[in-house]
């Protein structure tokens, strides 16, 4: 069994930061992409960032160069450091793991259970 548990969602003003964490656990064998998505009322789930197992990252567009993704591959944890942050960041966001663990022959896509984050004054 393979759990992705996040951490680190709040309430913040406008500009201000937030450091959302995603620990992976269980039967796992490699995890290959780790990521971060959102999804705001009313709106389908998107991209935020993700970042490989070699340290390649990618962004959306809406957050470059103010949203930072990183992992520590030794504790199967992801980090989405978040700055300057604005209204219109304001989702529940979810971390992602694509990954093979024990039981499965093939990697598969594993969800938390998101966290919200919610921008205003």
């Known amino acids: 069994q393979v759990q992705l548990v996040e951490s680190g969602g709040g309430l913040v003003q406008p500009g201000g930061s937030l450091r959302l964490s995603c620990a992976a656990s269980g039967s796992i064998v490699r995890i290959y992409t780790m990521g971060w998505y959102r999804q705001a009322p009313g709106k389908q789930r998107e991209l935020v960032a993700t970042?490989?197992?070699?340290?390649?990252?990618s962004y959306a567009d809406s957050v470059k160069g103010r949203f930072a993704i990183s992992r520590e591959n030794a504790r199967n944890t992801v980090y989405l450091q978040m700055n300057s942050l604005k209204p219109e960041d304001t989702a529940v966001y979810y971390c992602n793991a694509v990954l093979k663990d024990y039981s499965s022959t093939f990697p598969r896509n594993y969800w938390g259970q998101g966290t919200q984050v919610t921008v205003s004054s």
């Open positions: 970042i490989i197992s070699g340290g390649n990252t």
